[in-house]
């Protein structure tokens, strides 16, 4: 499941559009929505120490792992047991299995917080990606979470945050390399991904077992996610509106009258929690969304350059949410490109830790 789409509305004058090229260095149009005090930075560092945290290849939670060796094929596991019930995982090991502990790209799936699976098909961007992934003899992990209204906002993230810790104690039989871990995920899951690159311990999203164990990751494809849900620009996305009082309790952006919105929205942004030490970002945009507003991309982007970091933003021209064309064309960069930057993205910084 997927945002249901909307009639187009046209891109603000703040998104630039960047056409097919990698952009570096190309946001300054949002600047002067940042200015003043910036947030409370709570942040992980983007590389783990042997030995802490998951540092060390096969190092044990605060629970027992209870995998045995995971073979080549796709295999679905349970993982951390919150609100009563266990959620699963699909684990992707490339033929033949890795001998060693490889890096591994775990992919969170989206869905308005209210829907979606771990499924992806193979001729979609993520799924291209995890062929590229598993070709290079990496593994690739496809998570499902609990879903709104059932179980509100944080469940989403708590569930995601355990289940980066859950892949560490079980790095072993899982084949992975707990200091090389990244994480892409699309609308819902492009937030959810941005958190776990920024949002640290003292975000509070850490609940459950293995709670020695870091949630972090070490890059971040974010494709379309929110990144402020106290910003204006949710006022032109009545699909977002309708499902956050699911979610959240409310709707996104400013309280009544322009009053501040709730703390708990800024808690769930993820550029509340940008700092100097983020991961490396790729952050991929339809420059007409109208569920996922652009100003969103670009916010989260020029914030990252902001604190000193170098995020990638790709605009991608004539698209709307999920990279559906706006007006039954074609979009640019087209989906297999942006596939394949993605996928190239991911081994350049998870092969370089």
């Known amino acids: 499941m997927r945002w249901p789409l909307v009639g187009a509305v046209t891109a603000a004058a703040s998104i630039v559009l960047l056409g097919p090229a990698v952009l570096a260095g190309a946001l300054d149009s949002a600047s002067a929505r940042w200015a003043g005090t910036p947030p409370p930075v709570l942040r992980q560092p983007v590389g783990l120490p042997a030995g802490v945290a998951g540092g060390s290849p096969g190092g044990s939670g605060s629970e027992d792992s209870t995998l045995g060796a995971i073979g080549p094929g796709e295999t679905t596991v349970t993982y ?7 959620e699963s995982l699909d684990v992707h090991e490339p033929t033949p299995p890795p001998t060693g502990a490889v890096p591994a790209v775990v992919y969170v799936h989206g869905g308005g917080w209210t829907g979606g699976d771990s499924s992806f098909t193979p001729d979609s961007l993520v799924g291209q990606v995890a062929s590229t992934i598993e070709a ?28 980066i810790r859950f892949l560490r104690a079980n790095a072993a039989a899982l084949h992975i390399d707990p200091r090389h871990i990244g994480a892409i995920g699309d609308s819902a899951g492009g937030q ?37 849900l106290t910003a204006p620009d949710w006022r032109r996305s009545p699909v977002v509106q309708a499902v956050a009082p699911d979610v959240f309790g409310t709707t996104l952006g400013p309280g009544p009258s322009g009053t501040p919105a709730p703390a708990f929205l800024k808690a769930a942004s993820p550029v509340t929690y940008v700092g100097w030490r983020a991961p490396p970002f790729l952050i991929i945009q339809g420059d007409e969304d109208s569920v996922v507003p652009p100003e969103q991309s670009v916010e ?8 000193g970091n170098t995020p990638t933003l790709v605009m991608v021209h004539g698209a709307q949410h999920e990279f559906v064309p706006a007006t039954g064309g074609s979009v640019t960069p087209d989906v297999n490109q942006l596939a394949a930057e993605a996928a190239a993205f991911l081994v350049q910084h998870l092969g370089s830790l």
Not at 80 to 86: E, I, K, P, T
Not at 136 to 158: C, D, H, K, M, T
Not at 300 to 307: F, P
Request: some cysteine; aromatic content about 8%; hydrophobic content about 45%.
């Open 136 to 163: 290079r003899g990496w593994v690739v992990i496809s998570i499902n979470y609990r879903l709104a209204p059932r179980f509100p906002w944080p469940a989403q993230i708590e569930d995601a945050s355990c289940a």
């Open 192 to 228: 959810i991904v941005a958190l776990l690159g920024l949002a640290g311990p003292a975000a509070g999203f850490d609940v459950g077992p293995y709670a020695d164990q870091s949630s972090s990751v070490q890059s971040v494809v974010d494709l379309y996610g929110p990144s402020d």
């Open 80 to 86: 951390c047991a919150h609100g009563g019930m266990s």
């Open 300 to 307: 989260l982007a020029d914030r990252l350059r902001a604190a």
